[in-house]
């Protein structure tokens, strides 16, 4: 019984020789059909998932949806709320809104020099409600900022959501900065401008609050808004679409648009007051390219040389503080709160 056992083992199935025989056949076979072995799995990667991946959150398109209409809501709830506070402060901000009106029109001898009031409800629009909406814009923009980045960060990496504190700080600083630009430098060059127009010649300015307050607008906004250029470059240069170099190849065409910007959101057509405008924009247009240079530059390990570079802005401002200096002390210039800032 044990010797046919045994013979019907070595009879159905091959020994250790014939298996590799058996194996050796048929990859032989497989060579000549033209396939090829399958090759082993490669390791799974140490961290257990891919480092691009990492932290990022996964939403379909409707989650995408119901996140901006709560971005959006609570964006408006806190302007809402900032206006409220601001209507307690509503003759004191008109007050200085109206004063480059005031200061524009001593400086071309219209006297009295005030704004007019044409319909019972012009003052009400403008200075209860208007005017604290619009300093509302500017004291949440902090806020306005948060939602939006609580907006975008989903679709960073963990490491690109360190910007957050950064990036509303920043862009918040440039806006108010931005604004603070155009009350003192812009919109006083450009208002004077423009109600000079025709004096002299039996022309005289009658500005109304509304009229006076929408041009404000425009060019308090406009400008607020393109202070934010680094801002949108950086962060261009975050999600990859831009680099650094794309934007010093085409820094001639992006100079062409500042250009033409500034001419859309000037209020006068006279050259001087373009360049005014124009030359922060491409001082802040490379600001950008810089800021975008370092985010490159930590993607790829590298350090920039801060202690060399900030040795070198320092004797800069050493040198205009000295120029300064001996304008005030040497030759009679003192400051003034607006433009050029500094009168013989």
Request: include cysteine; charge should be neutral.
């Amino acid at each position: 019984m044990s010797s046919f056992d045994d013979s019907q083992r070595g009879a159905g199935a091959p020994g250790a020789e014939g298996t590799s025989a058996i194996s050796g056949a048929i990859e032989k076979v497989r060579q000549k059909m033209g396939g090829s072995s399958v090759p082993p799995a490669p390791p799974p990667p140490p961290g257990g998932e891919d480092d691009d991946d990492e932290g990022m959150v996964r939403m379909s398109f409707m989650d995408h949806l119901s996140e901006l209409r709560t971005r959006i809501l609570r964006a408006i709830a806190g302007i809402i709320v900032a206006a409220v506070a601001c209507l307690s402060f509503s003759y004191p901000l008109w007050d200085f809104v109206s004063k480059p009106a005031t200061e524009a029109l001593k400086s071309i001898n219209v006297n009295p020099p005030e704004l007019v009031m044409i319909t019972p409800m012009e003052g009400f629009n403008v200075i209860w409600f208007k005017l604290p909406l619009l300093c509302a814009i500017f004291v949440a923009s902090p806020w306005v900022l948060y939602q939006v980045w609580g907006f975008i960060s989903p679709g960073l990496y963990r490491r690109e959501r360190r910007w957050a504190a950064p990036f509303i700080l920043i862009s918040a600083g440039l806006f108010i900065l931005g604004g603070i630009f155009a009350y003192f430098v812009v919109f006083r060059f450009g208002l004077t401008f423009l109600l000079g127009i025709g004096m002299g010649h039996y022309v005289r300015p009658m500005v109304t609050i509304s009229e006076y307050f929408d041009l404000f607008v425009n060019v308090i906004l406009g400008v607020g808004l393109v202070f934010e250029l680094p801002v949108l470059i950086f962060f261009l240069t975050l999600l990859r679409i831009l680099s650094p170099a794309f934007l010093l190849r085409h820094s001639r065409y992006a100079i062409l648009g500042i250009f033409i910007a500034a001419a859309i959101i000037t209020p006068t057509p006279d050259v001087f007051n373009l360049m005014l405008f124009a030359t922060p924009m491409c001082l802040l247009f490379y600001i950008g390219i810089f800021a975008s240079y370092l985010l490159v530059l930590q993607r790829e390990g590298r350090r920039f040389p801060w202690k060399v570079f900030s040795l070198i802005v320092l004797g800069v401002l050493i040198i205009l503080g000295g120029v300064l200096y001996m304008a005030i002390t040497k030759f009679g210039y003192h400051l003034v709160p607006n433009w050029p800032f500094l009168i013989h």
